[in-house]
């Protein structure tokens, strides 16, 4: 009984993030009907009719149209891309027990790198392979210092964001940077056809395929349980006899990895490089996590569950902009969001232990 009871509760919990993203879509577009509906009635109003019921038969319902078009949800996908990639290194920090606050930072300085670096006439590979190097070089100095010297990640990556920040404006000269449009690169988040649904941009198609590995990893790999093991009990997997120090300086460095793919995301989405680009974008990807079913407090995780939560986050922006939400409202419902994501882990935490 109580194993049918375990099962049953792992299944609700990997369902739980695509019920909200069934949820957030669901609300979006009864609120974007009703606003179409009260949009018509105050046209017919002015025109010396009124009435919900003839409104609602009325109606063209542009706006709940546009956000179920296939043009948007390829645009919400796209716009995805970079959270999701964020994610995937994000998750594996976060189930490890720890947490990056340097992710927004460091995709602004490698977009600024990788743009500066085609400016100067680099090759495509050679500007790609220096970029997400650099992003993997920061998490390597991150996992040092948390793991070598034992310094709390919420403080060595809080001073890493205003480090990684300073070093994009230095690069850039305080200024965007701009390459050339002819770029291989430019075509990696380059949208055709908004009628149909294929072809997709190609930053989608990497975005699904880094994920998919990094799901093998995570759950089927020696590494990737070393990654729960830590997250769940650290000084028990010293007994174990796992290398904890090392395995944390792995899991920055590719965390870094995936942060340095995100900037190369955001510098072809912009086709340039923004040293104040990605501010907050912190919150989004560590947002995408928790509302994935990860826990903050380590050991518990899942790939496909932070894509979901990802997708719930750009939803949540999308379907806000077309209900003409100002921004800092958007910033309050995805801030509400993230706390009853925490709390509903607290939940589930003292759940399992009584």
């Known amino acids: 009984m109580s194993s ?36 018509q009635m105050e046209k017919e ?28 949800f390829k645009t919400v ?4 891309v970079i959270v999701a990639i964020g994610a995937l290194g994000m998750t594996m920090i976060i189930v490890s027990g720890g947490i990056d606050l340097s992710v927004g930072s460091v995709v602004a300085l490698t977009s600024v790198l990788g743009a500066t670096l085609l400016n100067k006439g680099w090759g495509t590979g050679s500007a790609v392979l220096v970029t997400v ?8 100095l ?27 404006k230095w690069v850039a000269g305080n200024q965007t940077v701009n390459y050339p449009f002819e770029s291989p690169i430019s075509n990696l988040m380059k949208m055709d056809d908004l009628d149909h649904l294929l072809p997709m941009p190609q930053g989608v198609w990497i975005a699904i395929a880094l994920a998919v590995i990094m799901s093998v990893v995570m759950r089927q790999t ?33 965390a870094g990895i995936f942060f340095g793919c995100a900037g190369l995301m955001q510098l072809t989405r912009l086709t340039q490089g923004d040293p104040s680009g990605a501010a907050g974008l912190e919150l989004d990807i560590i947002a995408a996590v928790v509302i994935g079913g990860a826990s903050l407090s380590g050991g518990s995780g899942s790939i496909l569950g932070s ?19 100002p921004t800092f409202t958007q910033e309050i419902i995805i801030g509400i969001v993230i706390i009853l994501a925490v709390g509903l882990d607290r939940y589930r935490q003292s759940r399992m232990k009584a």
Do not use: H
């Open 307 to 325: 894509m979901i939560g990802a997708l719930i986050i750009q939803t949540l922006r999308n379907g806000s902009s077309l209900m003409n939400w």
């Open 142 to 168: 991150n996992g040092t210092l948390i793991a070598g010297l034992r310094l709390m990640p919420f403080i060595v990556t809080l001073g890493m964001m205003g480090v990684a920040r300073g070093l994009a």
């Open 77 to 80: 996908l796209s716009q995805t």
């Open 45 to 72: 109003t002015l025109s010396g009719f009124s009435g919900w019921q003839q409104a609602a038969k009325t109606s063209p319902y542009d706006g709940l149209k546009a956000f179920t078009s296939v043009a948007n």
């Open 133 to 140: 190097l650099a992003g993997s070089a920061i998490g390597l």
């Open 222 to 254: 020696i590494f990737g349980r070393y990654i729960f093991a830590i997250g769940s009990n650290e000084a028990t997997a010293r007994l174990c006899g796992i290398r904890v120090p090392l395995q944390k300086l792995l899991i920055y460095s590719l």
């Open 4 to 39: 049918t009871r375990s099962q049953l509760r792992r299944i609700l919990k990997a369902l739980g993030p695509l019920f909200g993203l069934l949820l957030v879509t669901t609300l979006f577009m009864a609120m974007l009907a009703m606003k179409d509906v009260a949009d």
